[in-house]
């Protein structure tokens, strides 16, 4: 820089800046922009790989949703009968008999509200197994028998075993929105109806 004093020390005057603040300010952007631009050129790259790995992602929640329980549920309902997943009924049938306990839970937690419901399976399977005489303490293993035996279809033992998975992530506090507890309800109301139908 230049300066140059005028009469009596009153004006100052700054000829430009110099080439050297020039590039330190390049060099700042250029250090700024470094790694986002080599995040951008790996994530092209290897974007394939990155897309697979994506397409594999289990774990993912926000707010009160949880995708991996969501989507199993979503797996669920489309193995179901039309009676389980049907849409439209879902709240009523869902509220339907223990209606006031279950409403107290699912206020209190939805996770308890799905334990609570996983529960009557668990009854209605200890029941019928004894009917049975089928010995086991186990719910899963006594429809896993129950099925050997003709007793209980094998759809209804693949959806028994899958709430059971759902039913453990709930128990292990992954977090469940309401209305995957209401979904969850209906579901387990229809694998009740057949087991005791059975």
Do not use: C, Y
Not at 68 to 80: M, V, Y
Not at 132 to 154: F, I, K, S, Y
């Amino acid at each position: 820089m230049a300066a140059v004093m005028g009469v009596a020390g009153m004006i100052t005057l700054t000829v430009g800046q110099s080439d050297t603040d020039w590039l330190a300010w390049s060099a700042s952007v250029l250090g700024a922009l470094a790694w986002p631009l080599a995040a951008l050129a790996i994530a092209l790259i290897f974007r394939r790989h990155l897309l697979a790995l994506l397409s594999r992602l289990d774990e993912l929640s926000w707010g009160d949703k949880s995708a991996p329980f969501a989507r199993k549920l979503d797996s669920l309902e489309s193995q179901a009968p039309p009676l389980m997943a049907d849409s439209e009924a879902g709240p009523e049938l869902a509220l339907s008999g223990d209606h006031s306990r279950f409403l107290q839970l699912l206020d209190l937690s939805p996770n308890a509200a799905v334990l609570d419901s996983w529960s009557g399976i668990e009854d209605a399977l200890q029941g019928l197994a004894h009917d049975r005489q089928v010995a086991t303490a186990d719910a899963l293993q006594a429809a896993h028998t129950l099925e050997r035996r003709g007793v209980l279809p094998a759809r209804t033992v693949g959806m028994i075993g899958e709430m059971r998975a759902l039913r453990n992530a709930a128990a292990h506090n992954q977090d469940i929105s309401v209305s995957d507890a209401l979904r969850f309800r209906n579901l387990a109301k229809g694998v009740l109806n057949e087991i005791r139908l059975a």
